[in-house]
Protein backbone atom coordinates (compact mmCIF):
# COMPACT_ATOMS: atom_id res chain seq x y z
CA UNK A 1 0.00 0.00 0.00
CA UNK A 2 1.78 3.72 -0.93
CA UNK A 3 2.65 5.17 2.42
CA UNK A 4 0.25 8.13 3.33
CA UNK A 5 3.48 10.32 3.47
CA UNK A 6 4.02 9.39 -0.45
CA UNK A 7 0.30 10.08 -1.59
CA UNK A 8 0.09 13.53 0.49
CA UNK A 9 2.73 15.30 -1.22
CA UNK A 10 -0.40 17.05 -2.81
CA UNK A 11 -3.59 17.42 -2.30
CA UNK A 12 -4.33 14.60 0.08
CA UNK A 13 -5.47 16.26 3.04
CA UNK A 14 -8.02 16.86 6.08
CA UNK A 15 -10.98 17.68 3.60
CA UNK A 16 -10.53 14.58 1.63
CA UNK A 17 -9.42 12.30 4.87
CA UNK A 18 -12.77 14.18 6.66
CA UNK A 19 -14.91 13.29 3.86
CA UNK A 20 -14.12 9.80 3.61
CA UNK A 21 -14.21 8.95 7.12
CA UNK A 22 -17.73 10.57 6.97
CA UNK A 23 -19.03 8.13 4.14
CA UNK A 24 -17.69 5.13 6.02
CA UNK A 25 -19.47 6.38 9.04
CA UNK A 26 -22.70 7.24 8.05
CA UNK A 27 -23.29 4.96 5.28
CA UNK A 28 -24.32 2.33 7.30
CA UNK A 29 -26.24 4.34 9.75
CA UNK A 30 -28.62 5.57 6.67
CA UNK A 31 -28.92 1.73 5.60
CA UNK A 32 -25.93 0.88 3.49
CA UNK A 33 -25.13 -3.10 4.22
CA UNK A 34 -21.73 -2.01 3.13
CA UNK A 35 -19.90 1.19 1.69
CA UNK A 36 -16.87 2.24 -0.24
CA UNK A 37 -15.69 5.69 -1.25
CA UNK A 38 -13.45 7.00 -3.23
CA UNK A 39 -12.16 10.32 -3.39
CA UNK A 40 -10.09 11.92 -5.93
CA UNK A 41 -8.83 15.33 -6.65
CA UNK A 42 -7.39 15.79 -10.08
CA UNK A 43 -5.32 18.32 -12.42
CA UNK A 44 -4.82 18.91 -15.70
CA UNK A 45 -2.96 21.59 -18.19
CA UNK A 46 -3.61 21.41 -21.63
CA UNK A 47 -2.83 23.24 -24.54
CA UNK A 48 -5.65 22.51 -28.09
CA UNK A 49 -4.32 23.21 -31.87
CA UNK A 50 -6.73 23.50 -33.81
CA UNK A 51 -7.35 24.97 -37.66
CA UNK A 52 -4.35 27.06 -36.12
CA UNK A 53 -6.13 27.93 -33.22
CA UNK A 54 -4.41 27.56 -30.18
CA UNK A 55 -6.15 27.43 -26.15
CA UNK A 56 -4.59 26.46 -23.14
CA UNK A 57 -6.69 26.30 -20.35
CA UNK A 58 -6.16 24.53 -16.52
CA UNK A 59 -8.66 22.52 -15.02
CA UNK A 60 -8.78 21.37 -11.13
CA UNK A 61 -11.81 19.00 -10.04
CA UNK A 62 -12.34 17.36 -6.96
CA UNK A 63 -15.29 14.47 -5.60
CA UNK A 64 -16.36 11.95 -4.07
CA UNK A 65 -18.16 8.63 -5.72
CA UNK A 66 -19.87 5.99 -3.31
CA UNK A 67 -21.13 2.18 -4.19
CA UNK A 68 -23.56 1.70 -1.52
CA UNK A 69 -24.42 -1.98 -0.93
CA UNK A 70 -28.26 -3.26 -0.35
CA UNK A 71 -30.56 -5.70 -1.10
CA UNK A 72 -27.41 -7.58 -2.67
CA UNK A 73 -26.17 -5.59 -5.30
CA UNK A 74 -24.24 -2.27 -4.98
CA UNK A 75 -25.66 1.28 -6.03
CA UNK A 76 -23.83 4.40 -7.41
CA UNK A 77 -23.87 7.69 -6.61
CA UNK A 78 -21.54 10.71 -6.69
CA UNK A 79 -20.68 14.16 -5.66
CA UNK A 80 -18.47 17.10 -6.37
CA UNK A 81 -19.61 18.90 -2.83
CA UNK A 82 -17.25 17.73 0.23
CA UNK A 83 -20.60 19.87 2.76
CA UNK A 84 -22.22 16.87 5.22
CA UNK A 85 -25.79 17.66 3.50
CA UNK A 86 -24.29 16.53 0.15
CA UNK A 87 -22.32 13.70 1.00
CA UNK A 88 -25.41 12.17 3.04
CA UNK A 89 -27.38 12.46 0.04
CA UNK A 90 -24.78 11.00 -2.69
CA UNK A 91 -25.03 8.17 0.32
CA UNK A 92 -28.89 7.90 0.18
CA UNK A 93 -28.58 7.86 -3.82
CA UNK A 94 -26.30 5.03 -4.23
CA UNK A 95 -28.24 3.05 -1.63
CA UNK A 96 -31.45 4.00 -3.78
CA UNK A 97 -29.97 2.84 -6.61
CA UNK A 98 -28.54 -0.90 -4.84
CA UNK A 99 -32.34 -1.27 -3.89
CA UNK A 100 -33.43 -0.26 -7.46
CA UNK A 101 -31.35 -2.54 -9.25
CA UNK A 102 -32.89 -5.64 -7.56
CA UNK A 103 -31.25 -8.81 -5.76
CA UNK A 104 -28.10 -9.97 -7.55
CA UNK A 105 -27.65 -13.94 -6.73
CA UNK A 106 -23.71 -13.57 -7.94
CA UNK A 107 -23.15 -10.10 -5.34
CA UNK A 108 -21.38 -11.62 -2.25
CA UNK A 109 -19.61 -8.31 -1.48
CA UNK A 110 -17.31 -5.52 -1.87
CA UNK A 111 -13.31 -6.24 -2.00
CA UNK A 112 -12.24 -7.45 1.50
CA UNK A 113 -8.52 -5.64 2.33
CA UNK A 114 -5.81 -7.77 0.52
CA UNK A 115 -2.28 -7.35 0.41
CA UNK A 116 -0.31 -6.18 -1.90
CA UNK A 117 3.18 -6.11 -3.56
CA UNK A 118 4.86 -2.46 -2.72
CA UNK A 119 5.46 -0.88 -5.96
CA UNK A 120 8.47 1.83 -6.09
CA UNK A 121 7.21 5.08 -8.25
CA UNK A 122 8.44 8.78 -7.92
CA UNK A 123 6.12 11.75 -8.82
CA UNK A 124 7.80 14.13 -11.31
CA UNK A 125 6.98 17.33 -9.48
CA UNK A 126 7.61 19.54 -12.30
CA UNK A 127 4.59 17.79 -14.22
CA UNK A 128 1.85 19.17 -11.42
CA UNK A 129 3.24 22.51 -11.66
CA UNK A 130 3.31 22.35 -15.54
CA UNK A 131 1.60 26.18 -16.68
CA UNK A 132 -0.49 27.25 -19.49
CA UNK A 133 2.70 29.49 -20.28
CA UNK A 134 5.19 26.72 -20.44
CA UNK A 135 2.68 24.51 -23.04
CA UNK A 136 2.86 27.34 -25.40
CA UNK A 137 6.39 27.31 -25.20
CA UNK A 138 6.78 23.98 -25.65
CA UNK A 139 4.42 23.89 -28.52
CA UNK A 140 6.25 26.36 -29.81
CA UNK A 141 9.59 24.17 -29.87
CA UNK A 142 8.01 21.68 -31.96
CA UNK A 143 6.10 24.22 -34.44
CA UNK A 144 9.72 25.69 -35.40
CA UNK A 145 10.96 22.41 -36.00
CA UNK A 146 7.72 21.74 -38.22
CA UNK A 147 8.18 25.31 -39.84
CA UNK A 148 11.34 24.39 -41.51
CA UNK A 149 10.42 21.84 -43.33
CA UNK A 150 7.00 24.15 -44.22
CA UNK A 151 5.31 21.25 -42.31
CA UNK A 152 1.30 22.81 -41.40
CA UNK A 153 -0.41 21.37 -37.68
CA UNK A 154 -3.67 20.01 -38.32
CA UNK A 155 -4.20 18.96 -34.69
CA UNK A 156 -2.11 18.91 -31.75
CA UNK A 157 -2.78 18.27 -27.73
CA UNK A 158 -0.31 18.72 -24.87
CA UNK A 159 -1.61 17.97 -21.59
CA UNK A 160 -0.04 17.37 -18.01
CA UNK A 161 -2.26 15.29 -15.52
CA UNK A 162 -1.96 14.87 -11.88
CA UNK A 163 -4.32 12.39 -9.80
CA UNK A 164 -4.49 11.94 -5.61
CA UNK A 165 -7.12 9.49 -4.48
CA UNK A 166 -8.00 7.48 -1.52
CA UNK A 167 -10.10 4.29 -1.73
CA UNK A 168 -11.70 3.11 1.16
CA UNK A 169 -14.26 0.65 2.32
CA UNK A 170 -16.44 -0.34 5.85
CA UNK A 171 -14.58 -3.91 5.12
CA UNK A 172 -11.06 -2.04 6.35
CA UNK A 173 -9.91 -1.65 2.99
CA UNK A 174 -7.71 1.61 2.64
CA UNK A 175 -5.65 2.86 -0.55
CA UNK A 176 -4.03 5.97 -0.67
CA UNK A 177 -2.53 6.92 -4.35
CA UNK A 178 -0.76 9.92 -6.62
CA UNK A 179 0.36 9.01 -10.47
CA UNK A 180 1.38 11.94 -12.58
CA UNK A 181 1.97 11.65 -16.37
CA UNK A 182 2.93 14.39 -19.08
CA UNK A 183 1.49 13.94 -22.95
CA UNK A 184 1.67 15.43 -26.24
CA UNK A 185 1.06 14.64 -29.69
CA UNK A 186 0.64 16.58 -33.35
CA UNK A 187 -1.00 15.37 -36.45
CA UNK A 188 0.71 17.42 -39.39
CA UNK A 189 0.92 17.37 -43.36
CA UNK A 190 2.92 18.53 -45.76
CA UNK A 191 0.03 20.76 -47.75
CA UNK A 192 1.66 21.46 -51.24
CA UNK A 193 1.31 18.00 -51.97
CA UNK A 194 -2.86 16.87 -52.92
CA UNK A 195 -3.57 14.86 -50.92
CA UNK A 196 -1.57 16.13 -48.26
CA UNK A 197 1.39 13.60 -46.75
CA UNK A 198 -0.12 13.22 -43.25
CA UNK A 199 1.90 11.89 -40.65
CA UNK A 200 1.79 12.08 -36.75
CA UNK A 201 4.34 11.65 -33.20
CA UNK A 202 2.77 10.92 -29.69
CA UNK A 203 4.56 10.81 -26.74
CA UNK A 204 3.42 9.79 -23.22
CA UNK A 205 5.84 9.95 -20.12
CA UNK A 206 6.34 9.80 -16.09
CA UNK A 207 9.26 12.12 -16.40
CA UNK A 208 9.95 15.31 -18.11
CA UNK A 209 13.43 14.45 -18.89
CA UNK A 210 11.72 11.69 -21.57
CA UNK A 211 10.23 13.97 -23.73
CA UNK A 212 12.05 16.85 -25.86
CA UNK A 213 10.14 18.78 -27.87
CA UNK A 214 12.59 19.17 -30.49
CA UNK A 215 12.77 15.21 -30.93
CA UNK A 216 9.29 14.83 -30.90
CA UNK A 217 8.74 17.74 -33.99
CA UNK A 218 11.55 15.65 -35.61
CA UNK A 219 9.49 13.20 -35.76
CA UNK A 220 6.22 14.73 -36.50
CA UNK A 221 8.57 15.05 -39.57
CA UNK A 222 9.78 11.98 -40.05
CA UNK A 223 6.35 10.41 -40.43
CA UNK A 224 5.10 12.73 -42.79
CA UNK A 225 8.55 12.53 -45.01
CA UNK A 226 7.59 9.16 -45.16
CA UNK A 227 3.95 9.31 -46.34
CA UNK A 228 5.37 11.98 -49.79
CA UNK A 229 4.24 10.73 -52.96
CA UNK A 230 1.36 8.68 -52.12
CA UNK A 231 0.25 6.53 -54.88
CA UNK A 232 -3.87 4.79 -55.08
CA UNK A 233 -3.03 1.04 -56.55
CA UNK A 234 -5.65 -1.32 -57.49
CA UNK A 235 -5.00 -4.65 -55.54
CA UNK A 236 -7.38 -7.33 -54.31
CA UNK A 237 -6.69 -10.18 -52.64
CA UNK A 238 -5.04 -11.83 -49.50
CA UNK A 239 -1.26 -11.23 -48.57
CA UNK A 240 0.86 -10.17 -45.60
CA UNK A 241 0.86 -7.02 -43.86
CA UNK A 242 3.30 -5.53 -41.23
CA UNK A 243 1.28 -3.47 -38.41
CA UNK A 244 3.37 -0.48 -36.74
CA UNK A 245 2.99 0.07 -33.07
CA UNK A 246 0.44 2.51 -33.87
CA UNK A 247 -1.81 0.00 -36.14
CA UNK A 248 -1.32 -3.00 -32.98
CA UNK A 249 -2.49 -0.41 -30.27
CA UNK A 250 -5.70 0.73 -32.34
CA UNK A 251 -6.45 -3.04 -33.20
CA UNK A 252 -5.89 -4.23 -30.21
CA UNK A 253 -9.04 -2.01 -28.79
CA UNK A 254 -11.22 -4.86 -30.18
CA UNK A 255 -9.31 -7.56 -28.74
CA UNK A 256 -9.04 -5.70 -24.72
CA UNK A 257 -13.16 -5.51 -25.30
CA UNK A 258 -13.25 -9.50 -26.28
CA UNK A 259 -11.38 -10.65 -22.58
CA UNK A 260 -12.94 -8.04 -19.95
CA UNK A 261 -15.20 -10.37 -17.87
CA UNK A 262 -18.56 -8.47 -18.33
CA UNK A 263 -18.20 -9.30 -22.57
CA UNK A 264 -17.06 -12.76 -21.88
CA UNK A 265 -19.95 -13.91 -18.70
CA UNK A 266 -22.25 -12.19 -21.82
CA UNK A 267 -21.14 -14.37 -24.25
CA UNK A 268 -19.73 -11.55 -26.41
CA UNK A 269 -16.82 -12.53 -27.68
CA UNK A 270 -15.04 -15.43 -29.38
CA UNK A 271 -13.36 -15.95 -26.31
CA UNK A 272 -15.04 -17.47 -23.91
CA UNK A 273 -14.26 -19.72 -20.66
CA UNK A 274 -14.21 -22.47 -21.68
CA UNK A 275 -11.31 -22.44 -24.12
CA UNK A 276 -9.14 -21.16 -21.20
CA UNK A 277 -5.97 -23.13 -21.94
CA UNK A 278 -6.93 -23.49 -25.77
CA UNK A 279 -4.19 -21.93 -27.91
CA UNK A 280 -6.41 -19.09 -29.38
CA UNK A 281 -3.32 -17.27 -31.03
CA UNK A 282 0.26 -18.13 -33.15
CA UNK A 283 2.98 -19.81 -30.67
CA UNK A 284 5.04 -17.15 -30.78
CA UNK A 285 2.69 -14.66 -29.48
CA UNK A 286 2.12 -13.20 -25.91
CA UNK A 287 -0.25 -10.48 -24.80
CA UNK A 288 -0.34 -8.73 -20.90
CA UNK A 289 -1.70 -6.58 -18.87
CA UNK A 290 0.23 -4.78 -16.64
CA UNK A 291 0.22 -1.55 -14.67
CA UNK A 292 3.23 -1.97 -12.83
CA UNK A 293 5.28 -1.79 -16.33
CA UNK A 294 8.03 0.98 -15.51
CA UNK A 295 6.58 2.54 -18.63
CA UNK A 296 2.89 3.31 -17.71
CA UNK A 297 3.03 6.98 -16.12
CA UNK A 298 -0.08 5.96 -14.00
CA UNK A 299 1.38 2.64 -12.33
CA UNK A 300 -0.64 1.56 -9.14
CA UNK A 301 -0.32 -1.11 -6.74
CA UNK A 302 -4.33 -1.46 -6.89
CA UNK A 303 -6.79 -0.67 -9.14
CA UNK A 304 -10.33 1.21 -8.68
CA UNK A 305 -11.54 -1.17 -6.21
CA UNK A 306 -8.78 -1.27 -3.62
CA UNK A 307 -7.79 -4.41 -5.47
CA UNK A 308 -4.13 -5.17 -5.63
CA UNK A 309 -2.88 -5.40 -9.03
CA UNK A 310 -0.30 -7.62 -11.22
CA UNK A 311 1.24 -8.70 -14.55
CA UNK A 312 -1.49 -10.17 -15.96
CA UNK A 313 -0.82 -13.27 -18.70
CA UNK A 314 -3.81 -12.77 -21.35
CA UNK A 315 -2.23 -14.81 -24.20
CA UNK A 316 0.82 -16.69 -23.47
CA UNK A 317 2.93 -18.62 -25.81
CA UNK A 318 -0.63 -18.59 -28.17
CA UNK A 319 -2.20 -20.16 -25.16
CA UNK A 320 -5.40 -18.23 -23.53
CA UNK A 321 -4.36 -17.75 -19.61
CA UNK A 322 -6.75 -15.37 -18.09
CA UNK A 323 -9.20 -12.45 -18.75
CA UNK A 324 -9.33 -8.88 -17.90
CA UNK A 325 -11.59 -9.31 -14.28
CA UNK A 326 -12.65 -7.13 -11.21
CA UNK A 327 -13.92 -8.37 -8.04
CA UNK A 328 -17.39 -8.95 -8.86
CA UNK A 329 -16.86 -11.01 -12.11
CA UNK A 330 -13.71 -12.91 -9.66
CA UNK A 331 -16.03 -14.10 -6.90
CA UNK A 332 -18.85 -14.93 -9.57
CA UNK A 333 -16.77 -16.76 -11.53
CA UNK A 334 -15.05 -18.19 -8.41
CA UNK A 335 -11.57 -16.96 -8.90
CA UNK A 336 -8.78 -14.99 -8.55
CA UNK A 337 -9.21 -11.01 -9.20
CA UNK A 338 -6.71 -9.75 -11.46
CA UNK A 339 -7.15 -6.43 -10.28
CA UNK A 340 -8.40 -4.77 -13.71
CA UNK A 341 -11.50 -2.54 -12.27
CA UNK A 342 -10.47 0.74 -13.97
CA UNK A 343 -12.25 4.25 -14.63
CA UNK A 344 -11.78 6.90 -16.75
CA UNK A 345 -13.13 7.84 -20.36
CA UNK A 346 -12.84 11.33 -21.57
CA UNK A 347 -11.60 13.40 -19.26
CA UNK A 348 -11.05 13.83 -14.93
CA UNK A 349 -14.56 14.10 -14.36
CA UNK A 350 -15.06 10.54 -15.69
CA UNK A 351 -12.70 9.05 -12.92
CA UNK A 352 -15.33 10.32 -10.49
CA UNK A 353 -18.47 10.26 -12.29
CA UNK A 354 -18.13 6.50 -13.44
CA UNK A 355 -18.27 3.24 -11.45
CA UNK A 356 -15.05 1.09 -11.55
CA UNK A 357 -15.97 -1.61 -14.20
CA UNK A 358 -13.62 -3.97 -16.08
CA UNK A 359 -11.08 -2.74 -18.40
CA UNK A 360 -7.53 -2.71 -19.13
CA UNK A 361 -4.13 -0.81 -17.62
CA UNK A 362 -1.38 -0.77 -19.86
CA UNK A 363 -0.92 -3.87 -22.87
CA UNK A 364 2.20 -5.37 -23.41
CA UNK A 365 2.54 -7.17 -26.81
CA UNK A 366 5.35 -9.78 -26.78
CA UNK A 367 7.04 -12.24 -29.14
CA UNK A 368 8.58 -15.63 -28.23
CA UNK A 369 10.97 -14.25 -30.67
CA UNK A 370 11.72 -11.01 -31.49
CA UNK A 371 13.46 -9.71 -34.78
CA UNK A 372 14.88 -6.74 -36.27
CA UNK A 373 12.21 -4.82 -38.40
CA UNK A 374 14.19 -5.24 -41.03
CA UNK A 375 14.85 -8.70 -41.61
CA UNK A 376 10.94 -9.03 -41.34
CA UNK A 377 11.03 -6.48 -43.96
CA UNK A 378 13.26 -8.16 -46.41
CA UNK A 379 11.50 -11.56 -45.70
CA UNK A 380 8.13 -9.99 -47.36
CA UNK A 381 7.80 -10.99 -51.24
CA UNK A 382 4.79 -8.54 -51.26
CA UNK A 383 2.66 -7.05 -48.40
CA UNK A 384 1.97 -3.85 -46.98
CA UNK A 385 3.44 -2.03 -44.20
CA UNK A 386 0.22 -0.45 -41.96
CA UNK A 387 1.05 2.76 -40.06
CA UNK A 388 -2.67 3.32 -39.12
CA UNK A 389 -5.95 2.28 -38.93
CA UNK A 390 -9.43 3.95 -38.55
CA UNK A 391 -13.10 3.16 -37.51
CA UNK A 392 -12.14 -0.15 -35.29
CA UNK A 393 -14.95 1.02 -32.98
CA UNK A 394 -17.25 0.30 -36.10
CA UNK A 395 -16.05 -3.29 -35.56
CA UNK A 396 -18.15 -6.76 -34.19
CA UNK A 397 -16.43 -7.44 -31.22
CA UNK A 398 -18.92 -10.28 -30.63
CA UNK A 399 -17.43 -11.92 -33.56
CA UNK A 400 -14.19 -10.06 -33.76
CA UNK A 401 -14.89 -8.58 -37.55
CA UNK A 402 -13.29 -6.28 -38.69
CA UNK A 403 -12.86 -4.08 -42.02
CA UNK A 404 -10.64 -0.97 -41.82
CA UNK A 405 -9.55 1.77 -43.78
CA UNK A 406 -5.66 2.28 -43.19
CA UNK A 407 -2.61 3.96 -44.82
CA UNK A 408 0.98 2.22 -45.78
CA UNK A 409 3.10 1.28 -47.90
CA UNK A 410 3.78 -1.55 -50.61
CA UNK A 411 6.33 -3.88 -49.92
CA UNK A 412 7.59 -5.11 -52.66
CA UNK A 413 10.64 -8.19 -52.96
CA UNK A 414 11.72 -7.59 -49.41
CA UNK A 415 11.71 -3.69 -49.95
CA UNK A 416 9.51 -0.63 -48.99
CA UNK A 417 8.60 0.70 -52.40
CA UNK A 418 5.91 3.85 -51.90
CA UNK A 419 3.08 5.15 -49.90
CA UNK A 420 -0.45 3.93 -50.72
CA UNK A 421 -3.76 5.44 -49.76
CA UNK A 422 -6.88 4.11 -50.33
CA UNK A 423 -6.27 0.71 -48.48
CA UNK A 424 -8.21 -1.51 -46.69
CA UNK A 425 -8.04 -4.16 -45.00
CA UNK A 426 -10.38 -6.97 -43.30
CA UNK A 427 -10.25 -10.25 -41.01
CA UNK A 428 -11.08 -11.54 -37.55
CA UNK A 429 -8.99 -10.61 -34.09
CA UNK A 430 -8.64 -14.47 -33.67
CA UNK A 431 -7.56 -14.78 -37.46
CA UNK A 432 -5.56 -11.96 -37.20
CA UNK A 433 -3.56 -13.80 -33.93
CA UNK A 434 -2.87 -17.01 -35.31
CA UNK A 435 -1.56 -15.50 -38.94
CA UNK A 436 0.98 -13.30 -36.66
CA UNK A 437 4.27 -14.95 -37.32
CA UNK A 438 6.68 -12.52 -36.54
CA UNK A 439 7.25 -9.67 -33.68
CA UNK A 440 9.80 -6.68 -33.96
CA UNK A 441 12.35 -6.07 -31.48
CA UNK A 442 11.30 -2.38 -32.03
CA UNK A 443 8.96 -1.31 -29.95
CA UNK A 444 6.74 2.05 -28.74
CA UNK A 445 4.08 2.99 -26.05
CA UNK A 446 0.52 3.90 -27.76
CA UNK A 447 -1.91 5.35 -26.90
CA UNK A 448 -5.59 3.39 -29.20
CA UNK A 449 -5.18 0.93 -26.61
CA UNK A 450 -2.02 2.16 -23.67
CA UNK A 451 0.45 0.08 -23.78
CA UNK A 452 3.71 -0.58 -24.99
CA UNK A 453 3.13 -2.54 -28.62
CA UNK A 454 6.07 -3.85 -31.47
CA UNK A 455 5.52 -4.58 -34.89
CA UNK A 456 3.80 -7.64 -35.97
CA UNK A 457 3.90 -9.61 -39.23
CA UNK A 458 0.27 -11.15 -40.53
CA UNK A 459 -0.49 -13.92 -43.06
CA UNK A 460 -3.23 -14.34 -45.35
CA UNK A 461 -4.95 -10.98 -44.60
CA UNK A 462 -7.63 -9.99 -47.16
CA UNK A 463 -6.23 -6.50 -48.58
CA UNK A 464 -8.06 -4.24 -50.90
CA UNK A 465 -7.03 -1.00 -52.57
CA UNK A 466 -8.70 1.04 -55.63
CA UNK A 467 -7.48 4.29 -57.21
CA UNK A 468 -9.67 7.50 -57.87
CA UNK A 469 -12.19 7.57 -60.59
CA UNK A 470 -10.08 9.20 -64.13
CA UNK A 471 -12.25 12.71 -63.37
CA UNK A 472 -11.00 12.82 -59.79
CA UNK A 473 -7.34 11.63 -60.09
CA UNK A 474 -7.04 14.39 -63.27
CA UNK A 475 -8.15 17.26 -60.81
CA UNK A 476 -5.64 15.91 -58.06
CA UNK A 477 -2.79 16.13 -60.47
CA UNK A 478 -4.17 19.53 -62.27
CA UNK A 479 -4.41 20.90 -58.33
CA UNK A 480 -0.77 19.43 -57.54
CA UNK A 481 0.65 21.35 -60.54
CA UNK A 482 -0.56 24.69 -59.85
CA UNK A 483 0.27 24.19 -56.05
CA UNK A 484 4.27 23.72 -57.36
CA UNK A 485 4.44 26.56 -59.61
CA UNK A 486 2.68 28.75 -57.01
CA UNK A 487 -0.35 29.77 -59.37
CA UNK A 488 -2.94 28.49 -56.39
CA UNK A 489 -2.68 28.43 -52.95
CA UNK A 490 -3.16 24.89 -51.16
CA UNK A 491 -6.71 24.96 -49.39
CA UNK A 492 -5.35 23.07 -46.53
CA UNK A 493 -2.75 25.91 -45.88
Given at each position: MASRKQASCRGINMEFEKAVKYVLEKGEKLGAEQIEVCALRGKVTFLLVEKNKVNTAAEVISGISV????????????????????????????????KAKGEDKYFESLPEPMKAEPLEKKIDERIIDYTPAQMIEFYDRVKRVLDEKKITVFFGMTASMYFNSIIANSLGLEHYDDVAGFGSMFYAGYVREIPPALGFAYKFVANLDEIIPEELGREVVKEVERAKGSKSIKYEGKTTIILEPTAVSNLMWIFVKEILADSVDRGATPFTRDRIGEKVAS????????????????????????????????????????????????????????????????????YISRPPSPGSFFLEVRGEREEPLDSIIADVKEGFLVREVMGVHMSDFSSGKFSVPAFGWYIKGGEVKYPVRNLMFSGTMPQLLKNTYAVSKEKKVEAGIIGEFPYIAVRDILVSASPPALKEKLGLSILNLLIKLGVVKSPLA
Amino acid sequence: MASRKQASCRGINMEFEKAVKYVLEKGEKLGAEQIEVCALRGKVTFLLVEKNKVNTAAEVISGISVRAVANKNWGFSYTLDFSEDALDQTIKSAISAAKAKGEDKYFESLPEPMKAEPLEKKIDERIIDYTPAQMIEFYDRVKRVLDEKKITVFFGMTASMYFNSIIANSLGLEHYDDVAGFGSMFYAGYVREIPPALGFAYKFVANLDEIIPEELGREVVKEVERAKGSKSIKYEGKTTIILEPTAVSNLMWIFVKEILADSVDRGATPFTRDRIGEKVASNILSIYDNVRSPKNPFASERDWEGVPTRRTAVIEKGELKSFLVDYYYARKWRIEPTGNAVKGGQGPLDYISRPPSPGSFFLEVRGEREEPLDSIIADVKEGFLVREVMGVHMSDFSSGKFSVPAFGWYIKGGEVKYPVRNLMFSGTMPQLLKNTYAVSKEKKVEAGIIGEFPYIAVRDILVSASPPALKEKLGLSILNLLIKLGVVKSPLA
